[in-house]
């Protein structure tokens, strides 16, 4: 817990952007920007692609659960190999297979041939780049700002994603429209060398190798093992989990939603891509701003039930004005949940596991997220796009209740 000393210093060092005062987080921070602005853009106009190809929101479901499923199988070995190997080298090996996958999706695009399961095989190598990039972010933060400003990375970087998320699908709607989905591909693939140049300009201390006499199981079973003793970091897991499956899976349908019930095009899609990101701007503002105040179990469970609520809402609106209300709402519920877990997690977590945690985060946030993705698109078109979001709406929230009743030290964490 931060004394007022301690938060008096960090206000003399930045206040709300306190992490921004280390150099390699500033090439970090710029990076990012341009790279996460360039994936929404891929995500906007792949999601309208698959759903243009198809008119099928069990295929947006497959596409999602391709991209996915593989973080399920890889990631906690991922968080092993974060752990023994130089941070820097796992991202940017992650940054340029990406940067690849990207190009080929643009060519497939630009020549006619893609097909479904073209879009399909690309997800799932992106996902298998996810399953080593995500526990390596995660862990690469405190050695750019150290443990005392770890807490306000974690929300500094979350905003950051989220000014992308405002760029990149506005611009992206109006890219697809304009030129198509390719050229959005191709942008995106020359995003990746921002965040390359970034990491190699980096001036980081030399990487020291741990000693490593257990086997790489025997390690992702002490993970496991350490994880499993602590209530407070399985409950937040539990969160994770209980968010990925049900709360967050309502974008896998999201274009077919714009289509069917709003009646809109690409730019509307774009747009509610968009309000969502200001909305999740807003609250890593909120976060960062706040940082040092004893809230974020509170917090936690203030956007685990404001969430869902204001999903159900969403799913039953008509009227796109509102709609993008509402987006705005959803952006900040997402953005508060999912940086609390991060936060909470990190700063629970000791350094030599710091990896194998985040890679079973990442597993709990991603992995698990593919079955979400494939039943709410397979019973959106058995009993329609509102009532399924607004029935993934309900789950999440009663689950995600039963765990704070099971672990009630979670909403009084620091």
Known sequence: MESKAQQTA???RGGAFAALQHRNFQLYFGGQLISNAGTWMQVIAQGWLVYQISHSELALGVVGFASA???L????????IVDRVPKRT?????????????FILAALTFTNVVQEWHIILLAAGIGVVNSFDGPARQAFVVEMVGREDLPNAIAVNSMMINIARVIGPALGGFLLALLGASWCFTINGFSYLAVIAGLLAMDLKPHEAPAHSASPFKELSGGLKYVAQQPELKGLLLLSLIFSVFGISYSTILPAFVERVLNQGAVIYGWINAMIGVGAVWGAFMIANHYGERWRGSWLLASSIGFPIILTLFA?????PLSLLFSVGLGMGFMV???MINTLLQTRVEDRLRGRVMGLYTLTFFGFSPFGNLIVGLISESIGLSVSVALFAALSLLLSLIVFRKIPQIQRLP
Do not use: D, E
């Open 10 to 12: 960090l206000q003399s």
């Open 69 to 71: 499923i593989p973080t």
């Open 73 to 80: 199988l890889v990631s906690p070995w991922g968080g092993v």
């Open 90 to 102: 796992v991202l940017v090996l992650t940054q340029a297979s990406a940067m690849l996958l990207a």
């Open 316 to 320: 039953f609106t008509h009227y796109v």
């Open 337 to 339: 949940q999912f940086t």
